[in-house]
């Protein structure tokens, strides 16, 4: 299986590992400081093609972030992330222009227990284009390669779900009106 790595993915997966109380080995810890390292160095917004190449968007990859360090801001590897993704989540909030990352953004502010602003409202083209995940072709490929297609359309398959962007404005609600 060719090496590809998604700075989503991978706090997913160590959300996994936290969540499960199971022991950090060394990959685990190297994973937790590479993401840590990444925000630091704003991969996140200045290449987020190449950062998370099948989530591709700030906005997501603030949300995926956010989850892991809400759930577990009290780890050691973690203890430090947070002012920096509210941060960043309140500058995101000023240059979103699609309603459902918008939604994201609320999210993930409501997570680490911040104000999160007015209730948006999710016009329709908000929905037809807004894409949570993509399939991206070359994102197995060596580097430069993968660089250079990072942020072409013609190497990715977007997929939406209705029912899951419900999910999504659901679990806002939820969140923000606890």
């Given at each position: 299986?060719?090496v590809d ?9 160590m959300r996994?590992v936290?969540d499960?109380?199971l ?5 685990d ?9 990444m925000?630091?160095?704003?991969k ?13 968007s ?5 949300y995926h972030l ?6 577990h801001?009290?780890h050691?590897?973690?203890a430090?992330?947070?002012p920096?993704l ?8 000023q240059?979103a222009?699609?309603g459902?990352?918008?939604?994201l953004?609320?999210t993930s502010?409501?997570?680490?227990h911040e104000p ?15 894409y949570f995940?993509v ?8 580097n ?8 072409s359309?013609?190497t ?7 029912a ?5 404005l ?9």
């Amino acid at each position: 299986m060719p090496v590809d790595f998604d700075i989503c993915v991978q706090a997913n997966g160590m959300r996994l590992v936290l969540d499960n109380q199971l022991e950090l080995n060394r990959y685990d810890s190297a994973t937790i400081r590479l993401m840590k390292d990444m925000l630091i160095a704003r991969k996140h917004i200045k290449r987020p093609h190449y950062t998370s190449p099948h989530y591709q968007s700030t906005p997501i990859i603030l949300y995926h972030l956010a989850r892991l360090v809400a759930a577990h801001s009290q780890h050691p590897l973690l203890a430090d992330v947070k002012p920096l993704l509210v941060k960043d989540l309140k500058k995101e909030m000023q240059r979103a222009g699609n309603g459902m990352e918008q939604i994201l953004l609320q999210t993930s502010l409501s997570r680490l227990h911040e104000p999160a602003g007015e209730s948006n409202h999710i016009a329709r083209e908000d929905w037809d284009n807004f894409y949570f995940f993509v399939a991206n072709m070359t994102s197995v490929f060596p580097n430069p390669i993968k660089g250079i297609f990072a942020n072409s359309r013609k190497t990715n398959f977007f997929y939406r779900s209705e029912a899951y962007y419900l999910t999504l404005l659901v679990e806002n609600e939820m969140l923000r009106f606890r």
